[in-house]
């Protein structure tokens, strides 16, 4: 196991930034450059990321493939949806590992991906070949093209997991209530993000026109191939880090409390990230700085509803953390190895 | 038509303190007493509530409901669960015109009230007696006794008439993921209301147990009997005022996009305080300050499910403002008398 | 006294929507005309501003300098800087009643104007002209031109006057700390005003360049004309509406602390909407979404400083609601006509 | 250089849990105790605090000093003034190794504590011995009694000594206005601290009577013996971490803005937690989750004065991570060992 030496693409971006810093505490990394495709000479850091206030250590690189080849052993992608597929086919047809955080290889068919993102979609192969990061549930030992998933893909998919796969739902009753803090919504100033009109305020988006719908109902037909579509909601919250999923579902007439307990239970016994609380729901508070995915469930006898609360970090859990996850589930890391459990108190 | 006298019971707490404001520009109220069961001596009004910092207009008098038969026209109790139904109980006897804030008079069941609310009942007959006051459904003309509804139930039930009463979906899928503000949880401190652990989170809280539950059934079960339970998650948000209650609803299968809108648009085609928006999603700070509810709906073609969004400010529309809407319907005032409709900019 | 007609120039603005919401509650104001230069058909209000979602009454007319006056009986502007004294010229040169709520006519000096906005000046003879509304302090009877002042310079000089008046502080040890909220800066999305930078966050921006900086000096300047300088900070809190300015100047030797309140008594013993709380600090919540400045004043014996805590709501009596009180002093309607006192509570 | 095993006293409160994530990432730190003189059994540490709710590891350990210096190298007391001083007493009659985060041990004067703290001092004997451990600037090498400095006093005297140790400024014109995040206030529940009370306000408390001005001052004393008084005033923020404290003081005649300049860059030219970045003011979010202290200062030609505005975390710089610093200092391990300083994004 050697250690090794990375290229992050993207460090503008609030998913790239929070990918830095953990980047710089991972054991098995030795060496981090980081690359933008707007820059045209070596730019300090803290010129590019103004909170980096004090890391007068790295530069920001202009994007050059082949130097990043020479120089790496992989690259992680922070870029948007639209400009990674067009960066990564280099790396791509020189078998050099890529963890990708857009949206650009989650979908194995093109014509889906060209429907929700209006979009070129990259190469049907390249898609096929990708490998969707859910890490928990898929792993990505010997991969070496991940497609991370999104964060609010990651909340719902954890949540839905062992109902789907155990077959203990009706697949025509799923409702996704997300609500997600404003990081989600990048850093670009607009009037939807503006303080003075999230503040106070909560904000329906999207409404079942979310990217991260296909990717949810492709992996959920994975488990159980009668899934056809979901309900699915997103609302715009007056924080600035975190997801909470509430998830309602019908249970099948044989399903009981105890069941769902247990098929909770089992799935994430052995899973270092996914924390399963029963009836006590969590909090986003609890989740925020870390790589956790909390879930807390409840059955209930009246409506034969099942409501799932799964909360996150979208930057971490929901975007870097789960980036690192999948690295170290490629190379053979300790799983945690570079990954925050400390909560941001209080 | 005579101009009244009103006695306010209840002033500290959040409910009360809007009611009071409202009531000042009610052009048929020509004066207000304010009352508080726990003073033993007329205080100044700002002195109780320090917010009213240059209101050396009012006092609030000791509780007495003699006094307040003999000055007064009709009386706004303002005061909490429990509370109400014990001090109510002259006023019923001698047929006074009470309108109730609390939940005490809105379930006619002893035994539901019991169940949900872990309190003695008050008496059968009252309960029977008592208008459930949903202002745009249940007309108040010539009726003395109004139970005000619950914030939630507010916003739930005006968002679900138009598809309940018109038998538009499958009763058995009905789930309310219910948002509220703070200043619903009221004024004594907690540590679920915290600064510290209200910012930057989501708390859910009394899943399924909520008080508003049976209030919602009970009227539901009117406008169709074959209703039994419903979903309903409520979320604590970062925010002072206002509910989002997201209604998520199978549509049964002859229901087109087309029926929904229509019969959206005939409900409350006269009511001056429910607007309508179509497929737009209202968003909480449009209504803030106002006794509107405000409703967005959308027919998802692929689950067959209807999205309702309906927001309110919970110490408007959701507490004080209704009560007032109330009043003018029993006394043949012009509707909206007294009531706000200025949304806090920005 | 008869009933007038109104046209508003500026919609858009944070300011010119407050303005329009009082003007709508003056009982002198017969029609209100709304005026965007922006606008070339007349456009539906609530498409020009959303949040005004219920409006189907007023629309957004081309701006028309010869319309407005054939209309209306005086025109206020809630135009940018720079853009108010473009259009204002006409009026003044037909001596039709202006109230300009930028900072185009509140700088007696082209060039000191020149110097803090970096934009060409109105006429010195235009300057020379306009009456500088701090209502409580200079009346507005008889006048034709009102510069309306700054949210800053409001909150800053109903804090000092007393003080400055009466000589009894150095005046050369004013120190202001002002903090806003972020509807002072606009609606602009912005870098420094995107949510997930202004949450969690304290920005002091502008350190001694704000432009309203030379407006206090000059208004100061009129009450003791030894005055050269302040010390003016200014810091962008995370809410929407509001300013603290926290005051410290060293008093004289002779001056103690029964002098300093006795001042701030007579001062603004009739004045309705100045409100002094002695040695009780005023928070920012107490005034939002009224006219009221509340001024709260403690002298430290140890240190012979004076500590003025002054609260305003930016919009209303920073903008909108003190344009409404100079409005009222100029044609001699009751100085409160239209103007909200009603806090939002809680 | 040993390895050390380590007691902590009161979890429950903030300071104490940010200190116990800390100390979990310390190199040299091989086992935490912790402990609470609340508890009568060992309690689950998840229960204590329920954001720890994935940490199985630890229990709280019922207070008892005899076994806290049977088992361990060193205490860290997180508890509350005056009970830090009645639980200290054996270890330092036992030449035991305390670092205290009350304000229990600040003041050298018993009579100092009781006006301010109003409550009995420790002894003498123990105050005057114990150490103020302001890290940057008084070395806790071979110390075994650091009192930790208070957090709005860190910020504070960071951004005066420059300016007070090389007599640039008048010192008696000291006046620093602070502002502070919630979680300065502690966990209990308080009708100050309600979340609808700070949310969209901003409030003054303690004016002039806040317990951090008299070690403010003792140590400014020890920089130059003239001081005698300083204005202070807090303000809450609606935030949950960080303080800005933004100080005015009068340069001297003689000062320039370059040796400004130049005392703040050689001051801190080699202290890895404190950055100056000149007349880029600092943003409470560039520090919340570090150890940094970021000052900026400009010096206004036109009134003498020199603003600095000084940032921290108030729960690491103002508490626990200072308290590892000078566990570093008395150990002689690597300053900086087990002090976050990736800062939280974004």
Known sequence: MMKMKIALVGISGYGGMVLY???QHHSQVTQIELYGHQQTVP????????????????????????KIMAHNDAVFFATSAGVTSQLAAPFIAHHFPVIDLSGDYRLKQPATYEKWYHKPAAKLAD?????????????????????????????????????IQDHLVDV????VD?????????KTPSAMAHFTQVNDNLQLYKVNEHKHIPEIVQQLQQWDSTVSAIQFSTTLLPITRGILATIYVKATPTTTATMVDHVFQTTYANQPFVRYTGQQMPTIKQVVGTNYCDLGVIYNEATHTIMVASVIDNLVKGAGGQAIQNFNQMNGFDEADGLPTDVLLP
């Open 21 to 23: 810093q953990m980047l």
């Open 127 to 163: 898609l096929q070949m990708a490998h969707y990061g859910l890490a928990e549930l898929n792993d990505a030992r010997h991969q070496s093209y991940i497609a991370n998933p999104g964060c609010y893909a990651t909340a719902t998919l954890l949540g839905l997991a062992p109902l």
């Open 172 to 175: 025509d009753s799923i409702i």
């Open 178 to 186: 997300a609500k997600s803090g404003t990081s989600g919504a990048g």
């Open 43 to 66: 730019t300090p850091l803290s010129q590019v990321v103004p909170l980096f206030v004090g890391d007068h250590t790295h530069q920001v690189l202009p994007y050059d493939s082949s």
